[in-house]
T-cell receptor
Framework: GAVVSQHPSWVICKSGTSVKIECRSL??????MFWYRQFPKQSLMLMAT?????????EQGVEKDKFLINHASLTLSTLTVTSAHPEDSSFYIC???????????????FGPGTRLLVL | QKEVEQDPGPLSVPEGAIVSLNCTYS??????FMWYRQYSRKGPELLMY????GNKEDGRFTAQVDKSSKYISLFIRDSQPSDSATYLC????????????FGAGTRLAVHP
């Protein structure tokens, strides 16, 4: 259980275009999903918390107009990188809250990630 | 000072070795502790999930939490080349949902 998918797994785009990344919880409903960014050999950097039916909460320093998040259903959140530039090239990972088997408190299950390269 | 400190490695061990991965933290309010494994170019995978102090074993993996020392460990017995990955510790507070605070991750290489 607690499987999270992402699509696409990688994308190459030209500078100035917008890119949409989908995150889906496959076998459970997720009222809250998270979007992370990861640079090579670095840890995860939380970008925003996505709540179903409401606006996302962005971390300090993350441009909300640059990284649009929509959580339209209990199984789908999308991240749109608008007017992408080479510095937006990175590995984007989503996660969703779920309770592990035998546990009483939620943790996060991660998707496989999306590698974005902006030329 | 970072909330969670983790040696980034890399750590290189021969196949069959016992591996010890560690994190220290500064916030004594952390109650839930996790270890994630991340293969190159993949998302993190939840390995171990523990609450408060004590040990938890799952196959070749043992997670240990020492709240008095603010220190958590992950032990891997009989390490295999397939264990080569980055291991991230993570922790969070109790009482409702709180963000996960991650360590930097330790890169492990198990060579045949």
């Amino acid at each position: 259980g607690a499987v999270v998918s992402q699509h696409p797994s990688w994308v190459i785009c030209k500078s100035g275009t917008s890119v949409k990344i989908e995150c889906r919880s496959l076998d459970f409903q997720a009222t809250t999903m998270f979007w992370y960014r990861q640079f090579p050999k670095q840890s995860l950097m939380l970008m925003a918390t996505s709540n179903e039916g409401s606006k996302a909460t962005y971390e300090q320093g993350v441009e909300k107009d640059k990284f649009l998040i929509n959580h339209a259903s209990l199984t789908l959140s999308t991240l749109t990188v608008t007017s992408a530039h080479p510095e937006d090239s990175s590995f984007y990972i989503c996660s969703a809250r779920a309770i592990p088997q035998g546990a009483v408190k939620e943790t996060q299950y991660f998707g496989p990630g999306t590698r974005l390269l902006v030329l | 000072q970072k909330e969670v400190e983790q040696d980034p490695g890399p750590l290189s061990v021969p196949e069959g070795a016992i591996v010890s991965l560690n994190c220290t933290y500064s916030n004594s309010a952390f109650q839930y502790f996790m270890w994630y494994r991340q293969y190159s170019r993949k998302g993190p995978e939840l390995l171990m999930y523990t609450y408060s102090s004590g040990n938890k074993e799952d196959g070749r993996f043992t997670a240990q939490v020492d709240k008095s020392s603010k220190y958590i460990s992950l032990f891997i017995r009989d390490s295999q080349p397939s264990d080569s990955a980055t291991y991230l510790c993570a922790m969070t507070l109790s009482g409702g949902y709180n963000k996960l605070i991650f360590g930097a991750g330790t890169r492990l290489a198990v060579h045949p």
